[in-house]
């Protein structure tokens, strides 16, 4: 775990991390696989990345990591148009895979999601820790460390839901989504490495039990301490 003062500090250090990853990855292979989360705590993050110099993206196959079901293409809470908006428009990936949520068959999104993933085998993972500890929308009730799928639907946790009115996403409980897809844990940890950036005091719990708690899924961050090259980015804040 690596603390900073501040989530502007915080952010900085995770992007410069990163790209560093990237420009490796790119001498090394040639292309870089990547998957990014979507939520307002990859904010500082997101923004020091775009701002990264000698990065090229012209190299980077992008994924993000999950996405709500039902929500209307024009809804800015959708996670493709967060990222879009913050981070695949603004440099020139390879290419950007998105993850539709308004598919009007889910199963064959999935399937379609999981072949791209099993064609691009993620180097980089950047992402984030819930309030309840998922990563992705694998929250404790659904979250399986031995699931034998890369994608899949879930239906989503309460406190999950809370957090986006907290993350001042959703006006109210009530308007959040009930469904979503998620990246399961496995294609999260067959990255070769794995960024994890969490910042706020909403999150501190989450970060205690992530390091010091039982490695199991009723703190599915936990996992992460069974990945060789998983770095964690807190602020103050988040740890305590």
């Known amino acids: 775990m690596l603390v900073y003062d501040s989530r502007a500090g915080m952010g900085e250090a995770a992007a410069k991390a990163v790209a560093e990853s990237i420009r490796r990855c790119v001498k090394t292979l040639g292309r870089v696989n990547m998957v990014f989360a979507a939520a307002p705590s990859q904010n500082e993050f997101l923004a020091a990345l775009v701002r990264e110099a000698d990065v090229d993206w012209t190299k980077v196959y992008a994924f993000h990591l999950d996405e709500y079901i039902g929500l209307p293409e024009s809804a800015p809470q959708r996670f493709a148009t967060f990222l879009k908006e913050r981070l695949f428009s603004l440099v020139p990936f390879k290419e950007v895979h998105y993850l539709n949520g308004n598919a009007p068959d889910i199963e064959a999104e999935i399937k379609r999601y999981s072949r791209l993933l099993e064609t691009h085998p ?22 399986d460390f031995r699931d034998p799928q890369l994608v899949k639907k879930v239906e989503l946790e309460s406190r999950c839901r809370e957090q986006q009115v907290h993350d001042g996403c959703f006006a109210s409980l009530d308007q959040v989504p009930t469904h979503a897809l998620t990246l399961t844990i496995p294609a999260i940890m067959a990255a070769k490495e794995i960024h994890c950036i969490v910042p706020g005091p909403t999150k501190t719990k989450a970060v205690h039990d992530t390091l010091y708690g039982p490695v199991g899924e009723v703190c599915p961050a936990s996992i992460l301490r069974t990945h060789e090259r998983a770095v964690l980015y807190v602020d103050v804040e988040a740890a305590g």
Request: hydrophobic content about 45%.
């Open 122 to 143: 993620l180097d980089i993972a950047c992402i984030g820790i819930g309030e309840n500890g998922h990563i992705a929308f694998n929250d404790p009730p659904v979250a």
